[in-house]
């Protein structure tokens, strides 16, 4: 499958997968790549810890899950999304964050990979990914993170300041009686 085809799929599956090229790389494992989603504010970051011992090309992104319920896997495939953050992701941990995020539920997905003479890709776990991950010519892991469904704001706002509210315990003062 030629790496246009391989992105173009993975971007309609709400989770793209940037894939970088590296130098040989020792075998995989399901645990090489984990995910711990956040918000702050209407940004919503994901610390993504990269043990492979090789650069990961990883995205972060974002869909709808209207009223805090996770969207059937054939909804995301179909419907993708629009808020997403790619980055190389070098060994070690690395926080990604997807900005000016509206507010909203959300369920929060992110994949990572690599192609060369060990090929492999981490993708955040969904009930029924794996009939799609088995499309695609190299290892699949699904990866368990923190949490699936982000709320943002992630802070109620502050209520008005209280100084600004007259004293209404007696009227008569306000009408200058």
Not at 13 to 28: C, D, E, G
């Amino acid at each position: 499958m030629r790496m246009i085809a391989r992105t173009t799929l993975l971007a309609a599956a709400a989770i793209p997968l940037a894939i970088a090229a590296t130098a040989p790389a020792s075998a995989t494992a399901p645990t090489d790549v984990t995910y711990a989603f956040g918000v702050t504010g209407s940004t919503v970051t994901n610390t993504i810890t990269n043990n492979t011992g090789d650069t990961i090309g990883c995205t972060t992104s974002l869909a709808p899950a209207p009223g805090g319920v996770l969207p059937p896997i054939d909804d995301l495939m179909r419907n993708g999304q629009s808020l997403y953050q790619q980055d190389d992701i070098p060994p070690g941990t690395t926080t990604q964050s997807v900005t000016d995020v509206p507010d909203g539920f959300y369920v929060a997905l992110a994949s990572c990979g690599r192609e060369g003479t060990d090929p492999a890709m981490w993708v955040s776990d969904y009930l029924g990914i794996e009939q799609y991950l088995v499309q695609f010519p190299m290892t699949a892991y699904t990866v368990r993170q923190a949490s699936t469904v982000v709320i943002v704001p992630s802070v109620a706002p502050a209520p008005p300041a209280a100084a600004n509210t007259p004293d209404l315990d007696d009227l008569g003062t306000l009408f200058g009686s």
